[in-house]
Nanobody, 121 residues
Framework: QVQLVESGGGLVQAGDSLRLSCAAS????????MGWHRQAPGKQRELVAG???????NYADSVKGRFTISRDDTKNALYLQMNSLKPEDTAVYYC???????????????WGQGTLVTVSS
């Protein structure tokens, strides 16, 4: 199987920056699309940003111009650079990935356990 582990969350002030990381590990696999989602208290989980295997990106309107998603396939890693953070960005951030296991061939959608980002005003 494949596991995703997020890191980089924490408590920051409005206007600060944070960089989240997500590392994939496990059996022989390839990673297709990846993404960052977040869930604020009392709200549904929402897509923050996504990136395809070819590097195409998409962002939620609320984070466009402030957040940047990137990936390093040599490290099986996903990143989210978050600048100009706002209190409304406070949430648990999850990474997910569409995984192709090689032996046997099997497609999976895998989620990390989440990392908490708290932005104080």
């Amino acid at each position: 199987q494949v596991q995703l582990v997020e890191s980089g969350g924490g408590l920051v002030q409005a206007g600060d920056s944070l960089r989240l990381s997500c590392a994939a590990s496990g059996s022989t696999f390839s990673i297709n699309a990846m993404g960052w989602h977040r869930q604020a208290p009392g709200k549904q989980r929402e897509l923050v940003a996504g990136i395809t295997s070819g590097g195409s990106t998409n962002y939620a309107d609320s984070v466009k111009g402030r957040f940047t998603i990137s990936r390093d396939d040599t490290k099986n890693a996903l990143y989210l650079q978050m600048n100009s953070l706002k209190p409304e960005d406070t949430a648990v951030y999850y990474c997910n990935a569409d995984i192709l296991l090689h032996n046997p061939i099997r497609y999976l959608e895998v989620w990390g356990q989440g990392t908490l980002v708290t932005v104080s005003s």
